[in-house]
């Protein structure tokens, strides 16, 4: 009883994002962050962004359509330039799960049997301040995260070797006293200022994070990532925190390759609609992906008939708010779970990220039998069992032909579309065989979910029409 509607209910005045509000989510934020030059607004930086690998080019596609630049694309990562002003702009992205500004790339290092000393060597010379633009990064992320953190603290404190040396190089510049005792302050107490961690004129917290590939490493990456941060702070003066920090330096090391980078997002874009996890929910940027691929059209009416957690369905109505959503699922612990992410995006606003409130129906019902019209559905995509984790492979068998066959029923002859994601890729390809009738089988596209190799299979409907089909 918990959503258990009957068709005739469904509501087709869908509370789509008004003018005003997209306009807001587009502007907002052009404006640079207080302290900031305005001049820097136009200063181009270059961003990286990861998604699941095999759907870099559904990125792609997505940042060349909302920021209208042409990303260079790698094994589940994207590379493209933007100005500062644009910053906030990345936060309209859906199909990537973390941003970083680079600061520095390098493709040859000679990290591969090179001596541990030498390496560290090279690192901490990284870490001065003349060696890298640090403060344009820092631009960037201050404007990405609206910190108040004050930019002016972003300067190089001074170090004994630096007054050893006498050299006036930017490693060696004086900080205000004002600053210096407030440096001193929070590094030696630990003392935070009033505010949170939000207070202006207080130096940055960090930490840095080290990723590294490579069988013939003399380091570890605990070793790259501790010398790396003991040496910034050194330079810098700012205060290490492995929690609570404001800053994360990415240190990337793929053999000789190397990459520092600040993260712009704290946590995976993966999650940012739901409140709710079931034991194979699916990650929301995956999600945005599939129906990407559905090439969704203004006006489509769209299903998951096995919806879980609900990922696909609440992604559906969020980003395309003039089509009919509709959702269920067998089990009511499923439909349950989808009703609380929904009732969570409408009663928290920041959840939703500006966009509007979230209109769909969420139906308990049997995907083999569902209680739609015939013909009625544009486009279908759903994550069907895979038989590990839920199900069984043997199951799957039975259920996939099933499915395929009522997924005809419902869908439009000639343009409807399904995208189905399964790991059981015996079981999909015998259904379709079975199935070849109402459709027509695309192309596959392979995702690496959870260290699994998924297909997503693209499919179009037919024109055929069962003889025997009730018409109901």
Not at 238 to 264: C, E, R, Y
Not at 362 to 389: E, H
């Amino acid at each position: 009883s918990y959503c258990l509607l009957s068709i005739s209910k469904i509501r087709l005045n869908i509370n789509s994002m008004s003018g005003q509000q997209q306009e807001q989510l587009g502007s907002e934020g052009t404006d640079p962050p207080v302290g900031v030059d305005p001049s820097l607004s136009e200063t181009m930086v270059r961003i990286c962004a990861t998604s699941p690998t095999g759907l870099q080019q559904i990125a792609a596609d997505e940042v060349k359509e909302k920021l209208n630049v042409t990303p260079d694309v790698t094994r589940g990562k994207i590379f493209f330039h933007i100005p500062l002003k644009s910053m906030k702009e990345l936060k309209q992205l859906c199909s990537v799960d973390n941003l970083s500004v680079v600061i520095w790339h390098q493709d040859s290092m000679n990290f591969v049997k090179k001596d541990k000393e030498d390496v560290m060597a090279e690192l901490e010379t990284l870490t001065l301040p003349s060696s890298l633009n640090w403060r344009e990064g820092l631009v960037a992320w201050q404007f990405f995260t609206d910190s108040t953190v004050d930019i002016d603290y972003c300067q190089p404190v001074n170090t004994e070797d630096s007054n050893e040396s006498g050299s006036g190089d930017k490693s060696s510049e004086a900080v205000p006293s004002d600053i210096k005792n407030t440096n001193e302050q929070s590094a030696d107490s630990g003392v935070t200022p009033a505010g949170g961690g939000e207070a202006p004129g207080r130096v940055p917290k960090f930490r840095v994070t080290c990723n590294r590939v490579g069988t013939n490493h003399t380091f570890t990456s605990m070793e790259a990532a501790s010398h790396f941060g003991g040496c910034f702070n050194d330079h810098f003066g700012w205060t290490v925190t492995m929690k609570q920090f404001d800053v994360n330096i990415l240190v990337n090391i793929v053999d000789n390759a190397m990459t520092i980078s600040l993260a712009l997002t704290d946590l995976s874009l993966h999650r940012r609609y739901l409140t709710n996890f079931g034991p194979t929910t699916l990650r929301s940027t995956i999600a945005y992906s599939l129906l990407r691929l559905s090439n969704i059209q203004p006006g489509d009416v769209i299903c998951d008939p096995m919806c879980g957690s609900g990922s696909i369905p609440i992604e559906a109505c969020m980003n395309w708010p003039s089509c009919l959503t509709l959702c269920g699922d067998n089990h009511d612990v499923g439909c349950e779970k989808t009703y609380g992410n929904i009732e969570g995006l409408l009663v928290d606003e920041t959840l939703r990220g500006g966009r509007g409130r979230p209109n769909l129906d969420v139906l308990q019902w049997d995907a083999t039998n569902l209680p739609l019209p015939t013909n009625m559905v544009d486009v279908i995509a759903s994550d069907l069992p895979f038989g590990k984790r839920m199900g069984s492979k043997f199951n799957n068998r039975i259920l996939y032909p099933k499915l395929l066959r009522e997924m005809g029923r419902v869908c439009k002859p000639k343009t409807g579309r399904a995208t189905l994601m399964t790991q059981d890729l015996k079981s999909i390809k015998v259904a379709l065989s079975k199935c070849s009738s109402m459709w027509s089988h695309r192309r596959t596209v392979w995702v690496n979910v959870g260290g699994l190799s998924v297909g997503v299979f693209i499919l179009t409907r037919t024109k055929y029409q069962p003889d025997n089909d009730p018409g109901q």
